[in-house]
């Protein structure tokens, strides 16, 4: 049970490159969600997901894309690559029914440097 | 205002002493709530969580406690190590019926030997 898979781990990006991070879950999760997280700051949410086919607007969704074609898979889009997306992201997933109340489960993050 | 406030944002201890962080949240409604510890370079983990149906849960040295009716909850760490070190969140749902969650700033504990 591999829980929440990100790849690739690690990655420089030049500006104005574009690339996609990955996200897969093998627990059947119905939620998933994209975090970014700046060097000493908080989670903040990018977007998520509440199942195959949905998408919605988080705090921060600017210069990012995502689409959820199965359960398991959220991708990441990022596009025209800016510094001020240097961040690591975290992809998340959860089984939520009848409210928010099931705790989230974390990837190991990307570190992404835009240069 | 935020919809959960977390304090302090840092906390330095001795090893052996008691370490107490809390947050408050502004949806009465809320119903869950955990806290995820995040050491250095890894990704959040889920500690403890509570429901609203309870004031207080225990897991060895870690507690949370809550008290709805001024809507803050509480992580208490007794005995601490210096593998407590790390930076800890907690979270609350989001007002207005998504399932999302709203996550504190963090709070980064530093526990002396």
């Known amino acids: 049970n591999a829980g929440v898979t990100q790849t690739p781990k690690f990655r420089i990006l030049k500006i104005g490159q574009s690339m996609t991070l990955q996200c897969t879950q093998d627990m059947n999760h119905n939620y998933m969600y994209w975090y970014r997280q700046d060097p000493g700051m908080g989670l903040k949410l990018i977007y998520y997901s509440v199942g195959a086919g949905i998408t919605d607007k988080g705090e921060v969704p600017n210069g990012y894309n995502v689409s959820r074609s199965t359960t398991e898979d959220f991708p990441l889009r990022l596009e025209l690559a800016a510094p001020s997306q240097t961040s690591v992201y975290f992809c998340?997933?959860?089984?939520?029914?009848?409210?928010?109340?099931?705790?989230?489960?974390f990837g190991d993050g990307t570190r992404l440097s835009i240069l | 205002g935020e919809n959960v406030e977390q304090h302090p944002s840092t906390l330095s201890v001795q090893e052996g002493d008691s370490a107490v962080i809390k947050c408050t949240y502004s949806?009465?409604?809320?119903?869950?709530f955990p806290w995820y510890k995040q050491e250095l370079g890894k990704r959040p983990q889920l500690i403890i969580d509570?429901?609203?149906?309870?004031g207080e849960k225990k897991d060895q040295r870690i507690a949370v406690t809550l008290n709805k009716t001024a809507k803050h909850f509480s992580l208490h760490i007794t005995e601490t190590q210096p593998e407590d070190s790390a930076v800890y969140f907690c979270?609350?749902?989001?007002?207005?019926?998504?399932?999302?969650?709203?996550f504190g700033r963090g709070t980064s504990l530093i526990v002396h030997p």
């Open positions: 509570i429901r609203s149906n309870v």
């Open positions: 998340a997933s959860s089984y939520q029914t009848g409210g928010w109340n099931q705790p989230q489960h």
């Open positions: 979270a609350a749902p989001t007002p207005g019926g998504s399932y999302i969650p709203t």
């Open positions: 949806d009465s409604a809320s119903n869950y």
